[in-house]
C-alpha cells in the first residue's frame, strides 16, 4: 500500500518545457524527465533504480543501474553501519560512482528512493538527485527505456561521511527540548497521537518523541500535538 501512495510523490502531470538551467536549479534536488532524457548520454551521470529487481528486468531508464535498496538499509542499520568505510566504498563503488558523478534516482516508491538519495549524500556524493514523479511520470511521458543491463566499470569509491546529516539518538536524546532543535515525526496521524501502533510485536509501543510536530507526507502544513 505505501508504495502505492507514494509512487506519484511530486508530480503526475505531464512537465513543462525546461527552462535553461540556472545556478538555483543546479542546487536543486529534484530532475524533471523531459532534463534527464536529454542529459542519458552525459559521461559523468549514473541513474540509479530502486525497484526490485523483477522490475528493472522488464525495462529501465536506458544506463540505469539497479540498487539492492533492502542490503543497504540493513548495512546501515547494522552495529557501526555508518561509520564502515570499507562496506560503503564496496557498496557504492559497485554501481559506478564517484564523488563528482551527477547521480539521479528513481523508482515506484519514494521512501526507498529517499533512502538511497539520502545514503548517497551522507557517504559524500556531491550531486545526487531525485527524477521528478519517478518511474510513473517517466513511462507517462513516453521517456526511453531499454531492458539491456549496463556494464558497470566498478570505482574506488572514498566515503567522506557527512554526519552533519546523521542524529544519533544519545545525541538527539540530549537536544530534546532546547532551542533551536525541531523533531519532525513523518508517520501517519494515528501513530503520531498514540491511536495506532506499528512495528514489530517485541517492541510495538504506540508513542512519539518528546516536542515532535507532526508533518505527514504530503500535507501542506505541521500539525502538533493534540
Known amino acids: 500500500k505505501d508504495a502505492n501512495l507514494y509512487s506519484f510523490a511530486f508530480r503526475k502531470g505531464p512537465s513543462k518545457k525546461p527552462k535553461q538551467a540556472t545556478a538555483s536549479k543546479k542546487s536543486s534536488m529534484l530532475v524533471e524527465p523531459a532534463e534527464l532524457a536529454k542529459e542519458l548520454r552525459l559521461p559523468k551521470l549514473r541513474i540509479i533504480d530502486t525497484r526490485p529487481k523483477p522490475q528493472y528486468v522488464r525495462g529501465h531508464i536506458p544506463g540505469a543501474v539497479s540498487v539492492d535498496v533492502r542490503s ?39 521512501p526507498n528512493v529517499a533512502r538511497i538519495w539520502w545514503l548517497l549524500k551522507y557517504v559524500g556524493v556531491k ?29 574506488k569509491f572514498e566515503p567522506r561521511f557527512q554526519r552533519n546529516r546523521l542524529s544519533e539518538i544519545d545525541a538527539l536524546k540530549k537536544s530534546l527540548g532546547k532551542k533551536g532543535t525541531t523533531i519532525v515525526d513523518t508517520r501517519s496521524r494515528g ?6 501502533a506499528r512495528g514489530k510485536r517485541f517492541c510495538r509501543r504506540a508513542m512519539r518523541h518528546y516536542g515532535s510536530i507532526h508533518l505527514r507526507f504530503g500535507a501542506k502544513r505541521p500539525c502538533p500535538a493534540d
Not at 79 to 92: C, I, L, P, Q, T
Not at 138 to 144: D, F, L, S
Open 72 to 110: 543497504w538499509k540493513n548495512l546501515g542499520a547494522s552495529d557501526g553501519g555508518f561509520e564502515n568505510k570499507k562496506a560503503w566504498s564496496r557498496k557504492v563503488g559497485a554501481l559506478g560512482i564517484v564523488a563528482d558523478s551527477r547521480v539521479v534516482v528513481y523508482g515506484n516508491a519514494l
Open 127 to 155: 550531486e545526487v538527485l531525485i527524477l521528478n514523479g519517478g518511474w510513473p511520470v517517466w513511462m507517462n511521458e513516453n521517456g526511453p527505456v531499454e531492458t539491456a543491463t549496463p556494464k558497470i566499470i566498478a570505482t
Open 191 to 196: 501513530e503520531f497521537t498514540g491511536r495506532t
